[in-house]
């Protein structure tokens, strides 16, 4: 049979990437897969028609009968912002970068491979037979050819019937990502304590938000020593009192033993490898900015590091020297993320702080 | 071989011809279910249509005759919609289980046949169901006065469709679809509603000039007529403009499936005295599709409990006025037999729309106790979210603030006010166009008819909350006014309202948009 249609698809694909005066949104279609509900988003572009404002744009009046509530937006917001239980998998690649702009991971490592999906599917030929298939299909038939109402149940396989695995084999791009917040909990923190918990916080809540399963914290706090935290107590992270030498080296010597493998020190039962080549790494350090160790020992550490991070925030509260804060510049210029901020938890100020950090 | 022994399928003593098939190959066993279930339908109902041929289409053949049956040029919107088809049918969602086709001419047998698809992966028994549900839509589609009128044909948009790629062949993809996407705004004013509109024709001796002569609601066809195109882009136009008469259909929705319902549903009570099983199954179908409360599922919803309440009163004589006459108590224990139900509901069908069936035969009393129905369906649908969950008195209080306290006579005019109006109505106002400039003039004269009725008390909340849904300031309309005003080359603008209701006119000259609060606004007088 000829298509009638004959290269509409193409064209459609062809008009979703030009520019023109059309109006793009999109529709979702959901699946399951892998026990988690993928939502497939097919771009859609709409021919823009005189229209009321209270029915969403829509040519034809889909009110509803159930009295006064306002159906017409319900359908719209579902296209932006989604379920936050709910991955996403864009069918269209620049549908798929206007999402990963939208979350923030514009700036994703360029090397980073795609994760695999698996899906067991039947196919009408192949090697591995899936025998209830098989079973189902000749019931299908034997229903609709009439054979069923004259013989009755008999199992009478055919060559039309049989079924068989088939393993579809689906990339999408690997979202997941490594947060570190690192607190500096020395002696000299002890007025910042509040605005640093403050600020460590509020970004943790905000990652929360935002990628929910796909990123994972690590918490991490450092006197003249650096140890990993417990994360199902958290709580007690953020309510650390400060006491003890201020030094920065052993910090990130630990994020580098903690993405090579090796041993360190930890309050944590959980030691998992942070997987830099696959994933994006975010680092958070906190601190008043006073390095009382070895300067030059603590930059060729942090050449190592810088690399293989996505992006580095530097937030330094206070503090009189200005020594660190022109390091970690001059590590990676690109790479770094920095503010200096006043010891202020109002709500002006910490908005400042998380604006120009996360910009 | 179709069975001889099988009575002939007359339809005013003409023969009809009922086939199903699969591919090229004709499918036995349906085209026997087909005709038996013809055969009761037209027989025992007194239902009539024409030649039938059900088409069993895998996903991908429904997908693509879906996105022809709206678009049935091969443009990216056809391609679009395809995609969503197809897409949705993939993962079993909204899914199709038939759609009635246009009608087509069969050359080797000389003869007319609908074309009706099914899809491939409906079950035997819901095959059986959807081929009753179908005869119900044949029926309107061949004996409605308004579906009569559409006159849509497979062949003649296969003959579109050659114009459409030859015009791609000898200009290019892009400029026919720029003009393309011209004419799908302007399909956003093709006239609804020609009945509905009274004429005033200018007096016969006045001497004055003026242009148009009276109030033109079809700006499309005003457009066609006015402005000078290019042969070819006068042609897509006109092709539009007749492939966008279908639109006029949705003044039947309602009746439509409704009917289709009540008809799939008749069949079942008669499968069920051989068998039960079966019949239930149908049931349940039927159930899952007409009983279901959501805006997509109003037309099922209303159209079937609304015939089946009709069927009711007039099998039992429960109407005319000399009923309405009698007290609450008398009325209670009324009861004549008269089974005039299925002819009366055929006689609606033959040449009702939505609003006249609504406003004729919905009663107070039928909204009343829709109104019950819906506070029960909402209070159970809370029980099932929440029950369990949480304490008694917070899904009380859930169900308290959803309680929104429906009134049966604002309902009912709010679904009459739904049916005849499916979009702004734009029309060119009498003797307003002088060649230098096109107005457009939104049209809100059928509230009126609305808040006359309403109580006094909710007629100014009905008031502001029409001017925020009614209002045409949004960016739709204004990238409507600029395409506009780039096809006429002259400036083009629209009298309409803000959110407040103020009078405001948009304007637009082709790449501006600019905004005024003069001018009268939309007119409310008939």
Partial sequence: MTSELGDAEDKYRRKIDEEDDLILTSTDIMDINDGKTVIKSIPVKINPMISYNGMGGNGEGEGDGDGGDDDGDSNEGKGGNGDNSKVKVGVDKRRLKQMMENWGLSFSKPGKKD?????????????????????????????ATGYFEKNGFKVDVRDEDMRYN??????????????????????????????SATIAGLIEFWLRQKYEDTVKIRYLAHTDEAFEFDPRKKEDFYKLVANGGTSFEPAYKLVMDMMDGSAYTSMSPYKERIDYESEDVFLLHITDGENADDNGKLYNTLKKLFPRLTKAFYLQVGGNSDGFYKMIKAVDREKVNEVKSGNDVSYGNVKKVLDALLN | MVKKSLEKLLVDGKEIKIIATHGSIIDEKYTMEARKIASFMINKLGLSFGNVEFKILDNEEFAEKVALYGTPLPSWEAGQEKIIQENNMKYRQGVLYEMVGHKFYDPIGKEEYTAVYINQNDTYDEVLSVMAHVYGHLHI???????????????????????????????????????????QTLSGLIDMFPDFHKSKKNDYYSKEETYPEEDIYDVYKFTLENVRFNPWEKELLEIVYDINQLMKGARIKIMHEGFATFVEDKYAEEVAKYDIGTAFKMRKGILQVADVLSPAQLPYYLGFRLFKDIEKRWDEGRHGLLYDLLSEEEKRSYMKKENKGLSEILEIVKSYTDWEFIFSYADLNFFKSLVKEIEEKTNMMIDNLYGGKYPEYIIDMIKAANSAKLDPNILRFQLL??????????????????????????????????????????????EEQASQMFSLDNKYTAASLRRLSKMWKIPVELHTMDIEGNPLIIESDGSKISKSSEGEGPKFEE
Avoid: C
């Fill in chain 2, 141 to 183: 589609e061949y004996n409605n006065r308004l579906a009569k009128s559409i006159n849509s044909n497979a062949n003649k948009h296969a003959y579109y469709r050659d114009r459409y790629r030859e015009m791609e062949s000898r200009l290019d993809v892009k400029t026919v679809e720029k003009m393309y996407d011209y004419s």
């Fill in chain 1, 166 to 195: 088939f393993i579809e084999e689906k990339l999408i791009p690997n979202l997941s990502a490594t947060f570190i917040i690192m607190r500096d909990v020395s002696g000299s923190m002890d007025t910042y304590g509040e605005f």
């Fill in chain 1, 115 to 143: 994760k695999k999906l698996y899906r067991l599917l039947t196919a009408e030929n192949g090697v591995d037979e899936n025998q209830e298939k098989t079973i189902e299909a000749m019931l299908d038939r034997q229903m």
């Fill in chain 2, 417 to 462: 006010l739904e049916t005849e109006n499916y979009g702004p109505m734009v029309y060119v106002p009498k003797g307003s166009f002088k060649g230098d400039k096109l107005t457009l003039r939104q049209d809100l004269s059928f509230l009126k008819r609305y808040i006359g009725k309403l109580p006094e008390e909710e007629i100014e909340s009905f």
